[in-house]
């Protein structure tokens, strides 16, 4: 009896400690992936559209021209450069050969092969 208490004892300790340090490591993912994000270079933002559909946008301003990378759907990872002289104080326009992002203050209008959708930042 002595033995299976053991036994017992020993793998919730293991089984405590393992969850102990995937937390950590997952925790310092988050941090590392927080500050790619928020770069002084990169800026990554969430949007919602009318029909409730996610757009994650990262601008990145480290190159000779600043790019927006977009996530919407099935469209993983595009990159559109922004149009030169498009830029104002609160956005600027990016383009590629079917996409199309105007970003606003608070939100901005994406066109994929001529339609266009509103979205909103969330916040």
Do not use: H, R
């Amino acid at each position: 009896m002595k033995k299976i208490t053991f036994i017992l004892a020993a793998t919730l300790l293991l089984f405590i400690a393992a969850c102990t340090n995937s937390n950590k490591q997952e925790n310092n993912a988050n941090e590392v992936v927080s500050e790619v994000q928020n770069s002084e270079t990169a800026m990554s933002y969430t949007y919602i559209g009318a029909e409730g559909k996610p757009l994650s946008v990262t601008y990145d301003t480290s190159g000779e021209t600043p790019t927006a990378t977009i996530s919407y759907e099935d469209y993983k990872n595009v990159v559109l450069t922004q149009i030169p002289q498009s830029a104002w104080a609160k956005g600027a326009e990016y383009e590629n050969e079917t996409m199309k992002w105007v970003s606003a203050t608070n939100g901005g209008v994406l066109t994929i092969d001529g339609k266009e959708i509103a979205f909103e930042e969330v916040k």
